[in-house]
């Protein structure tokens, strides 16, 4: 559906922002800085090359960087030449990031000097041509670039998320979808009083959560911080970003809050963000309550968002009270945002009643333009709704989004989570189907099961229980597991059953396979035993085996920022060490990390 011509999109918004704050600070990460001139000349260099090269609009432009300003610069470059971007999560397995290429038609790909020779790429070379960031950038330009025309339903982006089939699937986003947001939450949600801020982007790139902190930066001249992943991952570090960058605005998904409050750091003085935006995933109360437990002074202002990718970011927002929220006793969504609409429908599309259960659906000339080549899934979670009353009735393209909630009396909605088996993992949102499917690819494997537990601290943990025809090895089985998925998409705890039990009419019983889940035992150790073997029981409790070595990697037997933050805690609470998540890259197997606790004992 064509979007009227007098929306704006992207490029118009930045190249506005530019004429107006050209010597400020654009982006900032570590010690190097851009000014808004500055980044766009250097995104200009990249569009003359990606044109060069020939591209036509809403074709798909690869970006293979690292956190940086140089991935801005790519994203706003691709932007420039008429075309949309798809930002790759470079710790992908090789045959995922094939996939991708294979399915987005990419004819072109970003890479940073480092990456060049990279071995996945040589496949590429014949289809592919390969822009080198750094080179591309510091080449004299004998002629200004101008920006090639775009509409506001031109494709913006594309973000590929998980599928139910086994593949995942790659979300459209339009120019009109990106600028509508950044409109409404500079009219009703962002409200400082200065000029420019600096905004914290804890997400990575290929996450969908990165989109609002980075436009609405780079479009209302404030200076975007990018947090490097080493700090996103340890509360203490992150801390001390806040206050050494003098942090105003931050993204965060709630794993963070519980970061920051594991951090055992004071906050008094240092607690110097404004506002957090929080996202995701469930924010629950009782992270709520610790995290403002923790700040004695300059209470920050927090609000909490939902929407699915295919919504651009957030749909929903709420401002959090404390007092409000004892009441209710749990977390709302909120409300819609400016310039959409929610609707609770039943099984048959119709609204419910206040109060009632129903799947949410979710409306905006926003949404996403449906999934790449994928056109029966596009149609399936697409769909036209009819709302209203009377001859006031009128049909929608809304999405679908598999979430339940009800409108509470105030008219704020209580989320009631999903029915199917799609879940939120560390802000990722995966659909544990597609977990299943490739375990039982292993061979040897007849079944899987694959659930989300919460943890102790009510973080959600991926468990799988599976049935073979034989003893499985786990270490080999994970192995196999990180070649193939995201690290975040691969299962913190393996079980190997006989049997599954099963229902009188066939099916497989999953509440009795709820109960394993929940009655894992842990491990036992001495005081009398060693640190090494002290270690390797809480690591063993953690990742549900025991089957690695001392001197491997943490990252190579079940590692992942989830669980080194358990690990942490777990070390803690049975040795009486701090163990900082820095630690674990300078020690990063139970042999090394033994000797280290030794040493400081």
């Not at 007098?6 to 050209?22: A, H, R, S």
């Not at 990606?50 to 293979?64: Q, S």
């Not at 358990?566 to 900082?580: P, Q, R, Y």
């Not at 300078?586 to 090394?592: A, D, L, T, V």
Request: proline fraction near 3%; include cysteine.
């Amino acid at each position: 559906m064509l979007k009227e011509k007098k929306e704006k999109t992207i490029i118009d918004m930045l190249l506005n922002q530019v004429k107006q704050t050209p010597d400020n600070v654009a982006v900032e990460y570590e010690d190097d800085t851009i000014t808004y001139k500055k980044l766009l000349e250097n995104s200009k260099k990249i569009a003359h090359q990606i044109t060069n090269n020939g591209i036509r609009a809403n074709e798909v432009v690869l970006l293979y960087l690292p956190r940086g300003i140089e991935m801005i610069s790519s994203m706003l470059g691709v932007l420039l030449a008429g075309a949309a971007y798809l930002p790759l999560d470079m710790e992908l397995p090789d045959e995922r990031i094939r996939f991708i290429m294979k399915d987005s038609g990419a004819k072109q790909l970003i890479v940073s000097k480092q990456e060049e020779e990279k071995e996945l790429f040589e496949s590429f070379r014949k289809n592919v041509k390969l822009i080198v960031v750094e080179e591309v950038t510091i080449r004299e330009v004998k002629t200004e670039f101008k920006p090639v025309p775009v509409a506001a339903d031109d494709l913006a982006y594309i973000i590929y998320t998980s599928g139910t089939t086994g593949a995942p699937k790659g979300v459209m986003i339009e120019h009109i979808g990106v600028t509508k947001l950044i409109r409404t939450l500079q009219r009703d949600v962002y409200h400082f009083q200065e000029n420019a801020i600096r905004v914290a982007m804890l997400s990575p790139f290929h996450f969908d959560a990165s989109v609002d902190p980075i436009y609405y930066a780079l479009l209302s001249g404030h200076c975007l911080c990018i947090v490097p992943k080493a700090t996103a991952t340890d509360g203490r570090e992150l801390l001390d970003f806040f206050d050494r960058k003098r942090i105003t605005l931050a993204e965060c998904v709630p794993t963070h809050f519980e970061l920051l409050i594991q951090s055992n750091q004071s906050f008094e003085n240092k607690m110097v963000v404004r506002h957090f935006a929080v996202g995701g995933e469930s924010l629950y109360l009782s992270t709520l309550k610790k995290f403002y437990n923790k700040c004695t002074i300059n209470l920050p202002k927090i609000t909490n968002a939902y929407g699915p990718t295919e919504c651009c970011v957030e749909a929903t927002i709420i401002e959090l009270d404390m007092d409000y929220l004892e009441e209710l006793g749990y977390i709302p969504i909120g409300k819609a945002l400016g310039g959409y609409e929610i609707y609770i429908l039943d099984e048959n599309k119709k609204e419910v009643a206040p109060g009632e259960k129903g799947e949410i659906y979710i409306v905006s000339e926003g949404l996403a333009r449906g999934y790449i080549n994928n056109l029966k899934l596009t149609e399936e979670r697409f769909v036209l709704i009819e709302v209203g009353i009377g001859d006031k009735k009128q049909k929608k393209r809304a999405y679908k989004t598999g979430d339940y909630g009800e409108i509470m009396p105030d008219g704020n909605i209580k989320f009631l989570g999903r029915e199917d088996e799609q879940v939120k993992i560390r802000g990722y949102r995966i659909e544990l189907g597609e977990i299943e499917a490739k375990i039982l690819e292993y061979d040897g494997i007849r079944q899987a099961i694959v659930k989300a537990v919460k943890n102790d601290i009510g973080i959600n943990l991926l468990c799988a229980l599976f049935t073979g025809e034989a003893e499985i090895s786990i270490r080999d089985l994970r192995h196999y597991l990180l070649a193939e998925l995201p690290n975040y998409m691969v299962p913190q705890k393996f079980i190997q059953m006989d049997q599954f039990p099963y229902l009188s009419n066939g099916k497989i019983d999953r509440q009795a396979i709820q109960a394993e889940f929940t009655s894992l035992e842990e491990s036992v150790f001495d005081d009398s035993d060693s640190t090494e073997r002290k270690l390797s029981c809480l690591w063993t409790d953690i990742i549900g085996s025991d089957d690695f070595d001392a001197n491997e990697n943490l990252m190579n037997i079940g590692g992942n920022s989830m669980n080194l933050i358990i690990f942490t805690e777990k070390i803690k609470s049975a040795l009486h060490i701090d163990i900082k998540i820095t630690d674990f890259f300078r020690h990063h197997s139970i042999e090394k990390l033994a000797i280290y606790i030794d040493s400081k004992n």
